[in-house]
C-alpha cells in the first residue's frame, strides 16, 4: 500500500512543514487520548511460515531434541549452541531438523536462486551451510 500511495504521493506538489509542540493541536490531541477499559491491550506476534517448518522439522530429530534439552537446563552448557523462540541455531546458523522434507526444500530453493542459481554442486553447498546447519 505504501508503494501505491508513494506513486500517488509524486504527482503532488507539497510542502512538509513542522510545528512544534503545542503549535500541532491535532497531532497533540491525538496523541493525548486516554486509555479507556475497552481497549485490547493484546500483543501480537508474527511467525513466518518458513519458521513453523524449521521447528516442527526438529521436533523428532534426535540431535536437536539432545541439544535442546540441554540448554534448557543449562543455557551455559554448550556456548555453540542456542535455544531461543523455539529456533534451535548452532554457531548463530539455523539448525535444520530431519523431518518434513525441509532440508531438500532449501537444497531446491538455493539452486533456482534468480541471483545465483546453477552455479554447481560445491557453491551451492558452500552457500547453504553458510545460513544452515543439518548436523554438527
Not at 28 to 41: F, I, K, T, V, Y
Amino acid at each position: 500500500m505504501q508503494q501505491k500511495w508513494l506513486t500517488k504521493m509524486l504527482g503532488l506538489n507539497y510542502e512538509i512543514q513542522y510545528k512544534y509542540g503545542m503549535e500541532n493541536v491535532v497531532a497533540d490531541a491525538l496523541s493525548r487520548r486516554e486509555a479507556s477499559e475497552e481497549q485490547c491491550a493484546a500483543i501480537t506476534q508474527v511467525v513466518p511460515n518458513w519458521v513453523t517448518k524449521v521447528v516442527s522439522s526438529c521436533e523428532e530429530d534426535g540431535l536437536a531434541i539432545q541439544k535442546r534439552n540441554e540448554l534448557l537446563l543449562n543455557s551455559e552448557s554448550n556456548s555453540k549452541w542456542s535455544y531461543q523462540d523455539a529456533v534451535l541455531r548452532h554457531q548463530k546458523r539455523l539448525y535444520i531438523g530431519n523431518r518434513g522434507g525441509i532440508r531438500t526444500k532449501l537444497i531446491d530453493t538455493l539452486h533456482s536462486s534468480q541471483l545465483r542459481g546453477h552455479s554447481g554442486i560445491q557453491p551451492r553447498y558452500m552457500r547453504g551451510k553458510q545460513l544452515f546447519t543439518g548436523q554438527e
